[in-house]
């Protein structure tokens, strides 16, 4: 879990490896689009909850019962997929039915954990709020974009070095 939590907060699974692109930066956004300064704190936060939520579950029942870790791994395993599909493979109606499957996994291990320990349950609620969020920020820019699979992509790799291509 701390793997995870360092994984995710460091910034590593919006990047990969450093090189970056304008696809996001082109689409067009919703007027309520947070800024992009606020998706770090946020999540690092939630991550944050996300780990003491599963420490807590584990302190209470270790590795006994299969279920309730079945759900959580496959929902941070979701989690992890989502930036990947939306960020690196440019796939708007992709990457918002799989943040729908990631949200009924996140709420599903709300609804295993609250029996275990009631606040590592509830830990998770601003992770389903937040998701719900993103769920419907996703689906909007995939509305306002419907050619975005088809735009031309810059990647950066220095100051002076980069290349760009049709993403179809």
């Not at 729908?100 to 349950?121: Q, S, T, Y």
Request: net charge negative; aromatic share 22%; with cysteine.
């Amino acid at each position: 879990l701390p793997t995870v939590f360092l994984f995710e907060s460091s910034g590593i699974n919006a990047e990969y490896g450093g090189v970056r692109d304008d696809w996001f930066d082109n689409l067009v956004k919703p007027w309520w689009n947070p800024p992009d300064w606020l998706f770090g704190p946020v999540w690092s936060t939630l991550y944050f909850m996300i780990a003491i939520s599963a420490f807590k579950v584990y302190r209470k029942i270790g590795f006994t019962m299969a279920l309730p870790w079945i759900v959580f791994f496959i929902q941070i395993s979701l989690n992890f997929a989502w930036p990947i599909i939306f960020f690196k493979g440019h796939q708007l109606l992709g990457s918002f039915i799989e943040v729908l499957i990631l949200l009924a996994f996140i709420i599903l291990n709300v609804i295993v954990f609250l029996p275990i320990e009631k606040a590592a349950g509830v830990l998770l609620l601003p992770y389903v709020a937040w998701v719900s969020f993103a769920s419907y920020l996703n689906f909007t820019l995939w509305r306002l974009n419907p050619d975005a699979d088809n735009r031309v992509i810059c990647y950066w790799f220095s100051n002076t070095s980069y290349f760009c291509h049709t993403d179809n």
